[in-house]
Nanobody, 115 residues
Framework: QVRLVESGGGLVQPGGSLRLSCAAS????????MKWYRQVPGKERELIAT???????NYTDSVKDRFTISRNNVRNILNLQMNSLKPEDTARYYC?????????WGQGTQVTVSS
């Protein structure tokens, strides 16, 4: 059973930082690409960062140079370091992977950027 559990969200002031984590179980974590998405109510879920099994990363333009995706293949944890946060980064953040022919999602963690 694949399980993804996000943590690390919260309320932060503009310009601040947060580090999100996603604990994965039920898969051979090191073999799978992992992704971070975010969603604002009323809008589609947005892919913001990807890391391949080889560690190659890709970012959507709006978070490039501010967010860093990384993975710990020993602890089976996916991270998202978010710096220089802006109010428009406010969203629920989800980690995801595709395994066994389907997409898996965590329950998400809320990030609110506000003064």
């Amino acid at each position: 059973q694949v399980r993804l559990v996000e943590s690390g969200g919260g309320l932060v002031q503009p310009g601040g930082s947060l580090r999100l984590s996603c604990a994965a179980s039920g898969i051979n974590f090191k073999l799978y690409a992992m992704k971070w998405y975010r969603q604002v109510p009323g809008k589609e879920r947005e892919l913001i960062a990807t890391i391949t099994s080889a560690g190659q990363t890709n970012y959507t333009d709006s978070v490039k140079d501010r967010f860093t995706i990384s993975r710990n293949n020993v602890r089976n944890i996916l991270n998202l370091q978010m710096n220089s946060l802006k109010p428009e980064d406010t969203a629920r953040y989800y980690c995801s992977t595709t395994a066994f022919g389907r997409n898996f999602w965590g329950q998400g963690t809320q990030v609110t950027v506000s003064s």
